[in-house]
């Protein structure tokens, strides 16, 4: 954390979250996950290959959420508190013990980019079917995925949860967007 106040009029204080906004803030994630896992049983011709597709990406999705309880949450001010959006901040405190707050920029460069394929597989791979193989189900599928996963997703984190955020000054991601 670079220690900077922010003077950024969306900017409120911390917020509290209950089980249930929790769990809401996890829908976005969670229907990309089920979203292209579908893509891969839609689009494989074998439906074992698809199934075997689909389970392997939700593996990864689950496996992305515990990388980031793991190896990013410890060094966040949200760590074990109520005030995490999402929930991670509470489960991370079980896995870890909280670090030093000083290296969040470092460690979200570092691991974000581990679960950001999980956006683009099912695109990449659903767009290459449809382009050999138009099927309207797939196109639908694929549409309905990239809006969750570039609309939806980046709103929620945006407008919902970043903007109460202490670490937002130096998040790079928010950082990028106030440039
Ligand atoms: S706000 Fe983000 S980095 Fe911080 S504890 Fe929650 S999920 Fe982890």
């Known amino acids: 954390m670079n220690g900077k106040v922010s003077n950024n009029k969306d900017y409120q204080p911390a917020h509290e979250y209950s089980c249930a906004q929790e769990l809401v803030n996890n829908l976005p994630y969670i229907?990309?996950?089920?979203?292209?896992?579908?893509i891969f049983?839609?689009?494989f011709e074998d439906p074992v290959w698809g199934w075997i597709a689909a389970i392997a990406y939700v593996?990864?999705?689950?496996?992305?959420?515990?990388?980031?309880?793991?190896?990013?949450c410890p060094y966040?001010?949200?760590?074990?508190?109520?005030?995490?959006?999402?929930?991670?901040?509470?489960?991370?405190?079980?896995?870890?013990?909280k670090k030093d707050g000083g290296?969040?920029?470092?460690?979200?460069?570092?691991h974000i980019p581990v679960i950001v394929p999980l956006w683009f597989i099912p695109i990449?791979?659903?767009?290459?079917?449809?382009?050999r193989s138009f099927s309207w189900p797939l196109l639908?599928?694929?549409?309905?995925?990239?809006?969750?996963?570039?609309?939806v997703l980046p709103l929620f984190s945006t407008k919902h949860s970043c903007v109460n955020c202490a670490q937002r000054d130096s998040c790079p991601w928010m950082g990028c967007k106030g440039q």
Do not use: Q
């Open 59 to 72: 593996i990864y999705s689950v496996a992305g959420a515990f990388w980031i309880m793991i190896f990013l």
């Open 41 to 43: 049983i839609v689009g």
């Open 31 to 38: 229907a990309m996950t089920v979203l292209g896992a579908a």
């Open 76 to 97: 966040c001010p949200r760590w074990n508190g109520r005030t995490c959006p999402c929930g991670y901040g509470r489960i991370a405190a079980k896995l870890r013990e």
């Open 103 to 110: 290296h969040f920029k470092e460690k979200f460069k570092k």
């Open 124 to 131: 990449l791979f659903g767009a290459g079917l449809v382009v």
């Open 140 to 151: 639908i599928l694929l549409v309905v995925f990239a809006l969750d996963a570039f609309v």
